[in-house]
């Protein structure tokens, strides 16, 4: 797995972003379906040893360029309101709009493959739930989440709305929508 110490040479930075790069270079061409491991070693000019010393899985591969991609794309806002960074926050989030079918494909992945599913909600999904955690607990602090309202229910909704329309794709995730979310999210939070 990726956080594990193997034996062999230390693990280069500059080959695992290129590895990480690659991986998601494949998957925009030929989407998670198609992607091997054969595909990223050659796009990446590594070797599929080295991979599978680092990697246990393509799943794992695209995990760790997603989670790189999250902390880069999607900062923490500080727009001095609830709504404001619930906002700023979910357009940074639907701005990844290329990475639907990404995500689709490490969903259905988690659903085949027990070991993967529990690294893709510890390591993605639950960072990603611990950066809005902070927002509605800055939120609470300037008194804009009632004491009585559970956060991780509020916290539940906005991944629930977001999920569900990644997977189905029926209503689209936009400035619009984040703008309705924040506003529910904020009425439902007094």
Known sequence: MAGERRPGRPRSERTRRAILAAALEELREHGYGALTIEGIAARAGAGKPTIYRWWRSKADIVLDAMIDQAYTNIPLPDEGSFAADLVAFLN?????REQRPILIGLMAQALLDPVFAKAFRDRFLFSRRAELRKIVERAAQ?????????????????YGVLCYRLMLDHLPLDEKAAEQIAALITRAAR
Request: no cysteine; hydrophobic share 50%; charged share 25%.
């Open 92 to 96: 940074a989030t639907f701005q990844q």
């Open 142 to 158: 300037r008194g804009e989440v009632a004491a009585d309202v559970d956060p991780e229910l509020l916290i539940d909704v906005v």
